[in-house]
């Protein structure tokens, strides 16, 4: 495929798709505040949003990214695409501050913007390939443990940690779960391509992905429901769904990265931006949330 084909259809997809993503969480970090807290892993959150009718919406807004993101995909190699998609945290931050009507925050957006460029920088040296969609026979117990105990940490560092840092845990493990279900997905898409519609139905992982995807999905409401501003619990959901999917897919599905001395150094130095962005957000959030509370104070104004 000619490179003009990539920059006529594949960037441009991945980046409508990114906008797609980052306007359907601002309206869905928006509305999830108008409905009752309960619960982490309470359904009855759903059922209160889904009567509104522009939530509603934001998931016809995901559908449409996820739709660009296969358009993309398909005339542009992933090496290109992912990393334009994780611009949905910028994105995300922008329309958030839109519907607010309120000025994009600087320092948000730098952190938004180191925890994107660190992420795109370690797709892009680690370069992920192969099209992994069957178990290699290797020990899946091992990596399911580690990502199950990060899950179970996260949730309670979220029920423990006030604020932000809170918050911070339900995004990990909505992260988790989010590149969870997308490994699990490529299998489920393999049995589908092999032996028909009936196929997946005979195998664990397409259970354990109506499992894990909802509660993927619940807790990401959860999540911008408790975040007083959405560019941490975004960041690191964006950051840790691609990470956990790639760990996935060199386990379990012999899929390869780069690992030379020099591209782990490169890898690195992604990782410390990716941390040191999602830092920034979390403490400005911190400091801008105490801000706004002393705002809507009776005779705050005064």
């Known amino acids: 495929m000619n490179s003009g084909t990539v920059l006529v259809i594949a960037v441009p997809s991945a980046v409508v798709g990114a906008a797609s993503f980052g306007m359907a969480s ?13 619960a982490t892993l309470s359904p009855r959150m759903l ?7 522009i939530w509603v919406l934001s998931i016809g807004t995901v559908v449409v990214g996820l739709s660009l ?18 611009t949905s945290v910028l994105f995300g931050a922008a329309f958030s501050a839109w519907l607010a009507q309120r000025r994009m925050d600087r320092v948000l957006a730098l952190g938004a913007l180191s925890c ?22 290797a020990p899946v117990l091992p990596l399911a443990l580690v990502l199950g105990l990060l899950v179970v940490l996260s949730l309670g560092a979220a029920r423990w940690l006030p604020g932000e840092f809170g918050v911070i845990g339900l995004a990990v493990a909505t992260g988790v779960l989010y590149g969870v279900t997308a ?20 195998h664990w992982t397409l259970y354990a992905v109506c499992v894990i995807g909802p509660m993927g999905f619940l807790l990401s409401q959860r999540t911008f429901q408790r975040g007083r501003l959405i560019s941490p619990s975004l960041a690191v959901i964006t950051t840790v769904d691609p990470l956990a999917s790639a760990a996935i897919g060199v ?13 782990l150094a490169g890898e690195a130095v992604a990782a410390a931006l990716m941390i040191g962005g ?21 005779g705050s104004w005064g």
């Not at 059922?47 to 009718?53: A, E, N, Q, S, Y």
């Not at 992420?119 to 099209?131: D, E, I, N, R, T």
């Not at 490994?183 to 005979?202: D, K, N, S």
């Open 116 to 137: 994107a460029g660190g992420l795109a920088a370690f797709l892009v040296l680690a370069q992920p390939s192969g099209h992994g969609s069957e178990f290699t026979g």
């Open 47 to 53: 059922w209160d949003l889904v009567r509104k009718p």
């Open 278 to 298: 999602i830092v920034v957000l979390t403490r400005r959030s911190e400091q801008l949330g105490r801000e706004l509370s002393q705002q809507e104070e009776p």
């Open 69 to 86: 993101q296969v358009v993309a995909l398909a005339f542009g190699p992933l090496v290109l695409v992912q990393p334009v998609l994780v």
């Open 251 to 263: 386990s379990w599905l012999g899929e390869s990265i780069e690992s030379s001395p020099a591209i």
């Open 183 to 202: 490994g699990l997905m490529r299998v489920v898409a393999g049995q589908f391509r092999t032996g028909g519609l009936v196929e997946p139905f005979g």
């Open 26 to 38: 601002a309206i869905q970090h928006r509305v999830t505040k108008q409905v009752p807290e309960g």
